[in-house]
Structures are given as C-alpha cells and as structure tokens.
C-alpha cells in the first residue's frame, strides 16, 4: 500500500485532549477503509502565518499512514466537513522516516537551550539601551537665526 504523511491544523480554541481525540477519530477512519496509521505526533499550539477563519494559532498534528488512497480520500473528505478542522495537508511519499519529525527535533532543541544568557557586545551602551551622551545642543537664539537665513 502507499505510504502518505498527512498535516492537520485544527482551530485554537480547543483543548489539548479534543486536539489528540481528532487524531484518534481520525486513525479509526483510516483502519475501517482498510488503512493503517503508523505513527502520529501532536505539535501543539502554534502561530500561523496569516488568519484561517478568524484564527491567528491552530493545533498541529502530523500523521503517518500506510493506506489505499480510497482510505486517504474518505479521510481527507471527513476532515474538510469536520468543524473543528481549518487546513490538511497530504503528501505521498516513498519511505516514512525514522524518528521523530523536524518539528519535533526543534522542541528538543529549545529545551536544551536553557536561558538566553549573554545577548552579546553592546558597545558602550551597556544594558541602558539608550544612545548616550549626544553633546551640546547649542544656544537656542543661535538656532533661530540659521531658520531666517533659509
């Protein structure tokens, strides 16, 4: 059988637990229509690019499956009418890769980091943030005579 990798966002305003529970609804779809979900990873909350339907975040899931297409389309049909479901994506592939995905090597990665420690050079600022000293502005009346010469 093909071997697909499906996205799914789903709106923010649900729960972690509904988010996972729309996974699972999902996988029972693929298993009934002859398919198998390998693997799936739940990414969390995160920002969008732009709105989809009034939203700003949304509910990433990734999917694995080994499935017919027939059982990928009966699957993709169910998630464009579900509700709760903005955008899917789906993508053929010739072999799963072991492992966790990218996105998920990043969360690893973001928590090894640790605090943001030394934010480098800031020349004679110092953590002030200002531009210091400027010097001396001059004498005001000197200011005025330079406008009336313009």
Do not use: C
Not at 37 to 64: C, D, P, Q, S
Request: charged letters at 40%; aromatic letters at 4%; a neutral charge.
């Amino acid at each position: 059988m093909p071997l697909y990798e499906h996205v799914m966002i789903a709106r923010q305003d649900l729960s972690s637990a509904q988010a996972e529970g729309l996974i699972e609804h999902f996988g029972a779809v693929l298993t009934d229509n002859g398919g198998t979900l390998v693997e799936h990873e739940y990414w969390g909350v995160k920002t969008m690019a732009y709105k989809i339907n009034k939203n700003r975040k949304g509910h990433y899931a990734f999917l694995k499956t080994d499935a017919p297409s027939s059982a990928v389309q009966e699957m993709e049909r169910l998630m464009r009418l579900h509700d709760d479901v903005m955008r899917v994506l789906t993508i053929k592939v010739d072999a799963h890769e072991e492992g966790p995905s990218v996105q998920m090597q990043k969360r690893d990665e973001r928590s090894d980091r640790g605090d943001r420690g030394d934010r480098g050079d800031r020349g004679d600022r110092g953590d002030r943030g200002d531009r210091g000293d400027r010097g001396d502005r001059g004498d005001r009346a000197d200011r005025g005579e330079r406008r009336e010469r313009r």
